[in-house]
């Protein structure tokens, strides 16, 4: 199956911008997803196909992918924002399992 | 609105059996797929189990293959997961998970809150 890596931690000043990367050797044939999960709580589904919002999500949380990378970018970072994100594919080629990456704990500073 | 309610969580011994429920509502629930994931305690995300709208195909990970069953029932929005010969490994929580798999690449869009699954002696 799949591995994701992400980088497991990251920290980011109030108002910049916070940079999550996912690499996987098949990123580049299938869609990329993201999950922001806080602490104590279900994750919510951020960005989907790469790059679609789903409704309620704010325009500064974006998801983009070149090759082998996909990215999720968190604009003016809040407070709020702190969280761990995972990045996700789905694997049709065994058992069609959702492959989850390795996660990364955004700390606001 | 969606929502996912997750039950039957507990403390279980080694080799002992549970029976995770998921109620659901706020949406056509005999549409949609459905997915059993967990989280041990301070891991990552990991994909249990996956079965489709009508029951037709179900798929689960490596480490619970043989030892877990998941089932759901269209008539009460339910989806459920029987888990057997429990291992202190299992120790997580669990979620529900509705699929979204418009465009042929799925996601998982609304979770449930979670049931904390304990094995332990």
């Known amino acids: 199956s799949y591995v994701l890596t992400q980088p497991r931690s990251l920290s980011v000043a109030p108002g910049r911008t916070a940079i999550i990367t996912c690499g996987g050797n098949?990123?580049?044939?299938?869609?990329v997803h993201w999950y922001q999960q806080k602490p104590g709580q279900a994750p919510v589904l951020v960005i989907y196909?790469?790059?679609d919002r789903p409704s309620g999500i704010p325009e500064r949380v974006s998801g983009s992918k070149s090759g082998n990378t996909a990215t999720l970018t968190i604009s003016r970072v809040e407070a709020g924002d702190e969280a761990d994100y995972y990045c996700?594919?789905?694997?049709?080629?065994?058992?069609?399992?959702?492959?989850f990456g390795t996660g990364t704990k955004v700390t606001v500073l | 609105e969606v929502q996912l309610v997750g039950s039957g969580g507990g403390l279980v011994k080694p080799g002992g059996s549970l029976r995770l429920s998921c109620e659901a509502s706020?949406?056509?629930?005999?549409?949609?797929?459905m997915s059993w994931l967990r989280q041990a305690p301070g891991k990552g995300l990991e994909w249990v189990s996956s079965?489709?709208?009508?029951?037709?195909?179900?798929y689960y990970g490596d480490s619970v293959k043989g030892r877990v069953t998941i089932s759901r029932d269209n008539v009460w929005n339910s989806l459920y997961l029987q888990m057997n010969s429990l291992r202190a490994e299992d120790t997580a929580v669990y979620y529900c998970?509705?699929?979204?798999?418009?465009?042929?690449?799925?996601?998982?869009?609304?979770w449930g809150q979670g049931t904390l699954v304990t094995v332990s002696s």
């Open positions: 998970a509705r699929g979204d798999c418009s465009g042929g690449n799925c996601r998982l869009d609304f």
């Open positions: 706020g949406f056509t629930f005999s549409s949609y797929g």
């Open positions: 079965i489709s709208s009508s029951s037709n195909y179900r």
């Open positions: 098949k990123i580049g044939s299938t869609s």
């Open positions: 196909n790469d790059r």
């Open positions: 996700q594919v789905w694997d049709t080629s065994s058992d069609h399992s959702y492959v």
